[in-house]
């Protein structure tokens, strides 16, 4: 099944100040999270991002905040998103029911999220070149547990290119910056 911007919302998870340093390729990870942000934001895709205990982390990167434009920010104290008081609700509350998740780590909040959503009758793609751990081990073995539980595995560019479906328009021209 292909991914629809009409049925998607993009969820980051925990790419913080602190955290990120000891991320590898957190370069890559902080820049395609921040790419889906601003097609997100573009295509009106709502997106929301999370912020694991920020006194102890830190807050998101500047390059997501930056990103952000109007997602929505929140802070919690549980791995996993979905347990988080309320958030499940405010998921739910947007109608849409394909969630594009990325963030660090892959084996921990990432991975606990994407249960808890699955748990919760959402679509859940995971974006790989958007995702990692410190350990590039625990990141692949994250994913391999995923796809078993039946999580999409994809990459920035199939999200980008799945929520546009079509070359010659005037949104596939002012994403070209996003894909380039």
């Given at each position: 099944?292909?991914?629809?911007?009409?049925?998607a919302?993009?969820?980051?998870?925990?790419?913080?100040?602190?955290?990120?340093?000891?991320?590898?390729?957190t370069?890559?990870?902080?820049?395609?999270?921040?790419?889906?942000?601003?097609?997100?934001?573009?295509?009106?895709?709502?997106?929301?991002?999370?912020?694991?205990?920020?006194?102890?982390?830190?807050?998101?990167?500047?390059?997501?905040?930056?990103?952000?434009?109007?997602?929505?920010?929140?802070?919690?104290?549980?791995?996993?998103c979905?347990?988080?008081?309320?958030?499940?609700?405010?998921?739910?509350?947007?109608?849409?029911?394909q969630?594009?998740?990325?963030?660090?780590?892959?084996?921990?909040?990432?991975?606990?999220?994407?249960?808890?959503?699955?748990?919760?009758?959402?679509?859940?793609?995971?974006?790989?070149?958007?995702?990692?751990?410190r350990?590039?081990?625990?990141?692949?073995?994250?994913?391999?547990?995923?796809?078993?539980?039946?999580?999409q595995?994809?990459?920035?560019?199939?999200?980008?290119?799945?929520?546009?479906?079509?070359?010659?328009?005037?949104?596939?021209?002012?994403?070209?910056?996003?894909?380039?």
């Amino acid at each position: 099944m292909l991914i629809s911007r009409d049925n998607a919302l993009l969820l980051i998870v925990d790419i913080q100040e602190k955290l990120a340093p000891a991320i590898h390729e957190t370069e890559t990870v902080t820049a395609n999270s921040a790419r889906l942000l601003h097609a997100a934001a573009q295509l009106a895709v709502p997106a929301f991002v999370s912020e694991q205990y920020v006194r102890g982390l830190g807050p998101s990167l500047p390059a997501i905040r930056d990103a952000a434009g109007e997602a929505h920010f929140f802070e919690k104290t549980h791995f996993s998103c979905a347990a988080e008081p309320g958030i499940l609700d405010q998921l739910l509350a947007v109608g849409r029911r394909q969630i594009i998740l990325t963030g660090t780590e892959t084996h921990v909040c990432v991975l606990q999220t994407a249960c808890g959503l699955l748990e919760a009758d959402f679509q859940v793609y995971l974006v790989a070149d958007a995702s990692s751990s410190r350990a590039p081990a625990s990141k692949e073995t994250a994913i391999t547990r995923l796809r078993a539980l039946g999580v999409q595995v994809v990459t920035t560019e199939m999200v980008l290119f799945e929520w546009l479906r079509r070359a010659a328009t005037d949104e596939f021209r002012a994403m070209l910056p996003l894909i380039k």
